[in-house]
């Protein structure tokens, strides 16, 4: 089975803090994908990355970046957290061609103090 | 901009009842996902559509894309209380440019009681 694993499951940091969130896959995918989700909203993408090193802005990249540097792991960086970043992050990927479900990981609840 | 509505958003409904969920979305695409999440899980993929009167079913959900109306449904058979969880549609705007930048509606919250 498809493991997609972030590494953490709730994290709480203070304001202006840098914050990392990291995400593996086990499955050899070329697609992966940072979402956040908050309630009465679904789900709303921020960056993806198709191949090492290589990324594009989602719907709501305003105050996030990422990096890939190698094809399991996909990092997504809050350079300077703030309040309005609270919110459950969900990492996941896929193979291409691009007809592929998604896989996601368990989520990490991030809480901005 | 794509965007991609469900109705209901809840729904309490009582076992052995039949339900539709609808999602329909606003720009042309043949690409349609359903997804379902557990409180406190991860989403779990439920059906990928792919063409105009796609249909899929597993168990007691069944679910249909018609890409002329921009819809699709999604349908529940004689509920049990173990599909009570929240399910997402989402849409691919762009199918043909490589990853799946897939658009999500806000969730259904289905809760099915005894």
């Known amino acids: 089975d498809v493991k997609v694993t972030q590494s953490s499951r709730y994290l709480v940091k203070r304001t202006g803090e840098k914050v990392f969130l990291e995400c593996v896959q086990d499955?050899?995918?070329?697609?992966m994908f940072w979402y956040r989700q908050d309630p009465g909203l679904g789900l709303r993408l921020i960056y993806f990355?198709?191949?090492?090193?290589?990324?594009e802005k989602g719907d709501i990249p305003e105050g996030y970046s990422v990096s890939r540097e190698k094809k399991e792991r996909f990092s997504l960086i809050l350079e300077s957290a703030s309040t309005n970043q609270t919110s459950m992050y969900l990492c996941?990927?896929?193979?291409?061609?691009?007809?592929?479900?998604?896989?996601f990981g368990s989520g990490t609840q991030l809480s901005v103090l | 901009e794509l965007k991609v509505e469900q109705n209901p958003l809840f729904l309490s409904m009582q076992e052995g009842k039949n339900y539709t969920i609808y999602c329909n979305y606003s720009t042309t695409s043949d690409r349609l996902y359903w997804y379902r999440q557990d409180p406190g899980k991860s989403l779990e993929s439920l059906f990928v559509l792919l063409s105009n009167g796609a249909v899929k079913q597993e168990g007691r959900l069944m679910a249909s894309l018609d890409t002329k109306a921009r819809l699709s449904t999604l349908h529940i058979t004689a509920a049990v209380h173990d599909l009570s969880a929240t399910y997402f549609c989402a849409v691919d705007p762009d199918p043909f440019q490589g990853a799946q930048k897939l658009v999500f509606g806000q969730g259904t919250r289905l809760t099915i009681n005894p």
């Open positions: 990355s198709y191949d090492v090193k290589m990324k």
């Open positions: 499955m050899d995918h070329e697609n």
């Open positions: 996941a990927s896929s193979s291409n061609p691009g007809v592929e479900k998604l896989f």
